[in-house]
């Protein structure tokens, strides 16, 4: 039985033709930009947060940029963040002129190790990227209170986390001082394109980031910032609002599914399951196992020839990309990260996930592992 990683499709059957129907009043209108779709996507989006403010812009790489943008980072300013995660995080920091400094990962639930914060920050540090990777929050109250201690700002990176809990909370009420999101169509909650969205508790900020998306006018025309066209679409907007009032069972879909992984991979003496931290709540966005003994490219050329979807997020971490060479990172400098990214592998945990199709993906990895 062949199981895709995602299978975007059956999330269509169930949700198509709803998002269909919402696209009739965009055609009707032509406002296919910033039209009321999106104000009420944005509004939806806050609510669903816990924050004043939510922005949309036009990717969930662009929403970084947006907030250290809003956070007046630029050239001259270091900004720490995670060597194993997507290159967006790293490359945002970029794009504005300032430096990233890589930090290492918890070796057991791979986000943002909070002692690193002390380890790489400097008078040159503006900010801090947290990244809440596979749909986990990183323990935000330690590193809330060490770059505070420093006046950093905070830009917590939720691209694979809306909806994921802290202590009770969610994305948004986790102490950052702006939270981005990536509607990127294999995220929990996905667009049928590209879309991003900012949020924030503080009403500068939140104005803020509404200029910069649109060349920094405010009125039309009339230019207070130097800002970037990044703008939500009206149809992404749209078919988001439809798919957000799934969004929390789907969230539980994900959920069982990794709870019948847990019980049938766990006593696994090769595969180490995902540690989910006490004070979280995990919409895992992946389902993400640790090949402890033999090659995990093995395992992985082995799943597919079985016809069954895996992805290793993420195979070189950032601190030893080429297009980073310049800032002398090697081997062995980050030595969690760097053999996570030689042992991880994703499998299948979408919602429409079967009980069959678990079971395939279980005994593959039972006869390729033991």
Same mark, same amino acid.
């Given at each position: ?54 922005? @949309? ?9 947006? $907030? ?7 050239? #001259? ?41 002390? +380890? ?49 909370? +969610?994305? @948004?009420?986790?102490? #950052? ?15 049928? #394109? ?42 992404? $907007? ?51 196992? +640790? ?40 081997? #062995? ?36 592992? @033991?």
């Amino acid at each position: 039985m062949p199981v895709p990683l995602l299978d975007l499709k059956a999330q269509w059957k169930q949700v198509g033709k709803e998002i269909v129907e919402s696209l009739d009043a965009i055609w009707e209108s032509q406002f296919y930009i910033n039209g009321p779709q999106v104000k009420q996507f944005e509004q939806e989006v806050a609510e669903y947060c816990g924050t004043s403010h939510a922005v @949309g812009c036009a990717s969930g790489s662009d929403a970084l940029v947006l $907030a250290l943008m809003a956070a007046d980072v630029g050239p #001259g300013d270091e900004v720490i963040v995670p060597t194993f995660t997507f290159f967006a995080t790293a490359g945002a920091v970029s794009r504005v002129g300032a430096t990233p400094v890589f930090a290492d990962c918890d070796p057991v639930n791979y986000n943002l190790l909070p002692s690193e914060i002390d +380890r790489l920050a400097t008078d040159k540090t503006k900010a801090v990227i947290p990244v809440h990777l596979f749909g986990q929050v990183c323990p935000m109250e330690e590193i809330v209170d060490k770059s505070k201690a420093r006046n950093l700002v905070i830009i917590e990176d939720a691209a694979q986390s809306i909806g994921a809990k802290y202590k009770g909370k +969610r994305c @948004g009420q986790t102490g #950052g001082d702006i939270v981005t999101f990536s509607f990127f169509p294999s995220k929990n909650l996905g667009c049928l #394109g590209d879309g991003g969205m900012c949020v924030t508790n503080c009403d500068e900020l939140g104005a803020k980031m509404l200029k910069l998306r649109n060349h920094g006018a405010q009125p039309k025309y009339y230019h207070a910032l130097i800002g970037m066209n990044s703008r939500l679409d009206s149809v992404q $907007a749209a078919a988001l609002s439809v798919k957000l009032r799934y969004l929390e069972g789907w969230h539980e879909g994900r959920r069982e599914n990794a709870v019948d992984y847990d019980a049938k991979l766990g006593a696994l003496e090769n595969i180490e399951t995902p540690k989910i931290d006490a004070d979280c709540w995990s919409i895992y966005n992946q389902y993400t196992v +640790r090949v402890l003994k033999g090659s995990r490219d093995d395992v992985v050329a082995g799943i597919k020839e079985r016809g069954i979807g895996c992805e290793v997020y993420y195979p070189i971490p950032l601190h030893l990309q080429e297009c980073y060479a310049h800032l002398g990172g090697k081997e #062995g400098d980050l030595p969690n990260a760097e053999l996570a990214a030689k042992q991880v592998l994703s499998i299948p945990i979408y919602p429409e996930l079967t009980a069959e199709q678990r079971d395939e993906v279980v005994t593959a990895l039972k006869e390729l592992v @033991g």
